[in-house]
T-cell receptor
Framework: GQQLNQSPQSMFIQEGEDVSMNCTSS?????WLWYKQDPGEGPVLLIALYKAGELTSNGRLTAQFGITRKDSFLNISASIPSDVGIYFCAGQASDYKLSFGAGTTVTVRA | DVKVTQSSRYLVKRTGEKVFLECVQDMDHENMFWYRQDPGLGLRLIYF???????EKGDIPEGYSVSREKKERFSLILESASTNQTSMYLCASSLLRGPASGANVLTFGAGSRLTVL
């Protein structure tokens, strides 16, 4: 599968900040997924998006499925220390296979 | 909740050893997957299976094989481990392959961190 372009590669958060990350692809996807991976654990699904233009929230997290079906973004509002980890986007094409981004590593600013 | 269990969380093996990584899921999912995770490279698909005794190569199958004798169990095998196979290995499963919303969403295990010396 293709690798998606996920940015930024890493970011530092300060408690209370809003942060944003996004994924782009050269191909059209039917589904966009956002996962979070805590240190030493496997990725856990945060949000699933199934329609172009869809905007979905899960607590302080909001994600959108881009209109072109080639991009998605994830926002975290009012970040807290437990938001640290690696966030992955994944896109599902018409063959039902998932392609993953390289991940955005979120750490706390000292 | 779907559980995907990887029996070995941490392994240390020597070059040339045969390594088995076991994965079991308990929710009757049709599909199972093995990924490798390396810093800066994200998740790369090694092998996957859509049915018992069925397997398909992913993006990086070289040096690996798999076995799926039962629906709930998917094993990754390194016939002769090499140092460049030091990595985090993630097993995942999904309900089925098809257009239904959520059918293809992956549930991951906690990972198996393999070090080859």
């Amino acid at each position: 599968g293709q690798q998606l372009n996920q940015s930024p590669q890493s970011m530092f958060i300060q408690e209370g900040e809003d942060v944003s990350m996004n994924c782009t692809s050269s191909s059209i996807f039917n589904t966009w997924l956002w996962y979070k991976q805590d240190p030493g654990e496997g990725p856990v699904l945060l949000i699933a998006l199934y329609k172009a233009g869809e905007l979905t929230s899960n607590g302080r997290l909001t994600a959108q499925f881009g209109i072109t079906r080639k991009d998605s973004f994830l926002n975290i509002s009012a970040s807290i220390p437990s938001d640290v980890g690696i966030y992955f986007c994944a896109g599902q094409a018409s063959d039902y296979k998932l392609s993953f981004g390289a991940g955005t590593t979120v750490t706390v600013r000292a | 909740d779907v559980k995907v269990t990887q029996s070995s969380r941490y392994l240390v093996k020597r070059t040339g050893e045969k390594v088995f990584l076991e994965c079991v899921q308990d929710m009757d999912h049709e599909n199972m997957f093995w990924y490798r995770q390396d810093p800066g490279l994200g998740l790369r698909l090694i092998y996957f299976s859509y049915d018992v005794k069925m397997k398909e190569k992913g993006d990086i199958p070289e040096g690996y094989s798999v076995s799926r004798e039962k629906k709930e169990r998917f094993s990754l095998i390194l016939e002769s481990a090499s140092t460049n196979q030091t990595s985090m290995y993630l097993c995942a499963s999904s309900l089925l392959r098809g257009p239904a919303s959520g059918a293809n969403v992956l549930t991951f295990g906690a990972g198996s961190r393999l070090t080859v010396l």
